[in-house]
């Protein structure tokens, strides 16, 4: 910094002697100085009083430039006021110098100094290629010392700071020649040193570096890229100059045989090939053989038959397409390769179809010859059939075969087989043929009818209609034709001297099952019996199944009113005195019913009652009791109409209307008449009655004594009347006793008892209270009596009037 202002006092000295001739005030500073920095002192360089310069309103104007310059006022001092690029002050280098005016204004008075400011170059600028990258194509046949121009570099700078000279990296082809230009200017020129060779080293990658004379010296680069251009010096070659290829016969036509690939050193159409057969390939071998002349690929061209020409031999040129092309060529020789191209035959010399199913095993069923044309391994053949098949295969002499049974046949499994012969060779790959043919078994009765269940049980309503489809029994029998067409008929079987027969029928030809009859559940509850399915077979097979028929019961009987016992559509009339407590049983109501389970279940309702307050109803088991005392009020004559209704759907019902009178008279207890108990083993005696009946009576002697019971029961005899209770007396009972006295301890009436037939059997369906004795009129002999409340199966139900007092 001391030496620059050494430097501006030296051109300040200089110009205050030149003023006296030019009064303009000379300073020169370098440029890049910083921004405040002092160029001079105006103030004592122009002999200025610094106190004065802002009364003299000191300003400073730069001429045609940026304010780069300014003065300041207190000290008189020129400093910098923005960084000075020179360069960019005075771009052009038509001259060495570059300055900046400026004037300085004073008034009072006026008076203008004239300051010229030289800007000094610095060396703060590289030199710079207009192109980073230059390119130069050389053909290989250029000789060597031949020039080459090079595009020269820029250095802004100026003087000892502009380009000064250009350096080359090393190179074995190439090297450089620095020139200098009539305006100073430095280029340089690439000179080749070597011929080139393409084939070798076809692009030259070099660096140009310009330096300028500055200190420190400054360079720029750029990267010389020379390509060479090629000349039709190289001719096509080939991998190898014999080619041994070996080829199958009847390859397909297109096959590829092979793939020549000439190269040629060469660039652009000094490089592109073309092939082509040469004079000493023959005729057939082109004709067999297609050779590419753009890819050079050799191909099948005709068929290849290995016992007409085994090997083939050719000659192929491959030609550049240079100005003066260049050529090469190579020797094929193609051998044929021998390949399993015959396939093996089949040939049927005897065939037998159909056969029965119950064939015998190793029976022949057919006779197979093989044979194949080729030779070696390839004219070897070997025959078979599927594994899964009942046959097998036995040789009986060369290449003939015989097909034989090895397994049981069974038409129903399998009714026919494809047989398929295979013959295969044994050349590689093996070929092989096939035939197949059809076997047919015919059909054997070996199949019994089968029914789809062992048992059937049918559910029939009494009451059916004669001739109703009861079910279709099918079986089904898997043979054909006539062993497989069933006839179906109905085991005979007696029940009772009656012949299923009689009662069913079934349809020979579909197995539907029609009853021939109505039945009546109240009678017949079930039959079993078997049918029969039989084939047309010979010998038939048949098979048989279980039938088991249950009836099933309907609500076809209305319940019938027992007692109290009335004739036909009379009333029944009873009398109780008017001193009846309450809660005294005045009558029962008992009705049976012949149907079963639910549908004989009954209750009772009272249809119509003269006082509602005075009587009650029990629904289960009919008895009617006062619910109070009788009063003088009520009447001496009430009406009660009572319904017995079962539990069927629809439910039927019975009615009895009941006339009871109330009397004042109080009859006498007699005291000393004693209830004589009936000494009676009941049971007992049954029960050998019981073994006695079924040992000894048959059916039709129990329907007889049933009807002789039943026509007793209504032709009543008078008979004495029992002795009085505790709490009522006996009214007149002459149209409601008959044949039969009942004793009782207990003074209230009780329900009549009931006698039902089943088998023989005499059983009473109402449950009797312990203690209770029991007279039952008109009973032959043999005739069992069992107390019971079961009402679930009964076939035929007679009522029985009993009394019973109590």
């Excluded at 899964?388 to 069974?410: A, I």
């Excluded at 809660?583 to 012949?594: E, N, P």
């Excluded at 009954?602 to 009791?625: C, H, M, P």
Aim: negative net charge; proline residues 5%.
């Amino acid at each position: 910094m001391k030496s620059w202002k050494r430097y501006v006092l030296f051109v300040i000295l200089c110009s205050f002697i030149s003023n006296v001739s030019a009064s303009m005030t000379h300073y020169s500073i370098p440029e890049e100085m910083k921004e405040g920095s002092v160029v001079a002192n105006l103030a004592t360089d122009l002999s200025l009083g610094v106190k004065t310069l802002n009364q003299r309103k000191m300003r400073l104007d730069i001429i045609a430039n940026k304010k780069y310059l300014d003065v300041n006022k207190e000290t008189g001092e020129l400093y910098v006021v923005e960084k000075i690029d020179r360069e960019y002050i005075c771009p052009t280098k038509t001259s060495a110098s570059c300055y900046l005016r400026l004037e300085v204004i004073l008034e009072n008075p006026v008076r203008i100094f004239n300051i010229e400011v030289e800007i000094l170059d610095m060396n703060d600028n590289a030199p710079q290629f207009r192109r980073d990258t230059i390119h130069l194509d050389i053909s290989e046949a250029t000789p060597k010392g031949e020039r080459f121009s090079l595009s020269n570099a820029v250095d802004p700078d100026v003087g000892m700071n502009s380009v000064k000279t250009y350096h080359l990296s090393e190179s074995e082809y190439f090297n450089i020649e620095v020139q200098t230009g009539r305006d100073g200017s430095k280029f340089a020129d690439l000179i080749l040193k070597k011929t080139l060779d393409r084939e070798q080293h076809a692009v030259h990658n070099l660096i140009l570096t310009a330096v300028d004379g500055g200190t420190p010296a400054r360079s720029g680069t750029a990267s010389v890229i020379v390509r060479v251009l090629d000349t039709n010096d190289n001719s096509p070659t080939f991998d190898k100059s014999i080619y041994n290829v070996i080829i199958m016969e009847n390859s397909p036509i297109g096959s590829l045989v092979i793939d020549l690939n000439a190269t040629d050193l060469d660039d652009g159409s000094n490089a592109d090939i073309t092939y082509s057969y040469s004079l000493y390939t023959s005729e057939k071998t082109q004709e067999t053989f297609n050779l590419n002349p753009k890819t050079g690929e050799i191909t099948v061209k005709g068929m290849l038959n290995y016992e007409d020409f085994r090997i083939y031999d050719m000659e192929v040129i491959a030609t550049d397409k240079g100005a003066n092309s260049l050529s090469g060529q190579c020797t094929i020789k193609i051998l044929v390769e021998d390949m399993n191209d015959n396939h093996p035959e089949i040939s049927i010399k005897s065939f037998q179809s159909p056969v029965s199913e119950n064939i015998e095993l190793e029976t022949v069923i057919a006779v197979v010859s093989v044979s194949d044309k080729d030779s070696g391994d390839n004219g070897v053949v070997d025959l078979h059939i599927p594994h899964h098949m009942p046959f097998k295969l036995r040789e009986s002499s060369d290449n003939y075969y015989e097909l034989v049974v090895s397994e049981p046949l069974d038409r129903e499994k399998v009714p026919e087989y494809d047989i398929t012969f295979t013959v295969t060779d044994r050349g590689s790959p093996p070929l092989s043929d096939n035939e197949t043919m059809t076997l047919e078994l015919l059909d054997v009765n070996d199949n019994v009818p089968q029914f789809a269940q062992l048992f059937y049980p049918i559910r029939v309503m009494e009451n059916n209609a004669p001739g109703a489809l009861l079910s279709s029994l099918t079986a089904f029998d898997p043979d054909l034709h006539e062993n497989q067409y069933l006839v179906y008929f109905i085991i005979e079987k007696e029940i009772a001297n009656t012949s299923m027969s009689m009662l069913f029928s079934i349809n020979p030809e579909n197995g539907n099952l029609y009853a021939l009859k109505t039945f009546d559940y109240e009678i017949e509850t079930e039959f079993l019996f078997h049918i029969e399915a039989r084939d047309s077979g010979s010998p038939p097979l048949s098979s048989n199944v279980t039938v088991h028929i249950i009836i099933v019961d309907q609500n076809d009987n209305a319940p019938v009113i027992v007692s109290p016992w009335r004739a036909h559509g009379s009333l029944v009339e009873e009398k109780i005195p008017r001193s009846t407590d309450k809660g005294s049983l005045v009558a029962k109501v008992i009705a049976l019913d012949t149907d079963s389970v639910h549908n004989s279940r009954i209750t009772y309702q009272f249809l119509q009652v003269t006082d509602a307050t005075l009587f009650s109803l029990d629904q289960y088991n009919g008895e009617i009791r006062t619910m109070r005392m009788f009063s003088y009020k009520d009447s001496r004559h009430h009406r009660l109409i009572v319904v017995a209704k079962d539990n069927g759907e629809p439910a039927l019902s019975a009615t009895v209307t009941i006339k009871l009178s109330t009397m004042e008279t109080v009859m006498k207890a007699y005291s000393d008449m004693t209830e004589v108990p009936l000494e009676y083993d009941i049971f007992s005696d049954l029960n050998l009655y019981l073994v006695i009946g079924l040992g000894s009576v048959s059916f039709l002697l129990l329907i007889t004594i049933l009807v002789t019971i039943v026509i007793k029961c209504q032709n009543p005899k008078p008979s004495k009347a029992a002795p009085p209770s505790r709490n009522s007396v006996i009214s007149e009972r002459n149209s409601t006793i008959a044949d039969s006295t009942l004793v009782s301890n207990d003074a209230y009436w009780y329900s009549l008892f009931l006698a039902e037939t089943r088998k023989g059997k005499m059983v009473v369906r109402q449950p009797m209270p312990k203690g209770s004795r029991y007279i039952v009129s008109s009973l032959p002999r043999g005739t069992g009596l069992t107390d019971t409340s079961d009402s679930a199966a009964s076939t035929l139900q007679v009522g029985i009037q009993c009394i019973l007092l109590l």
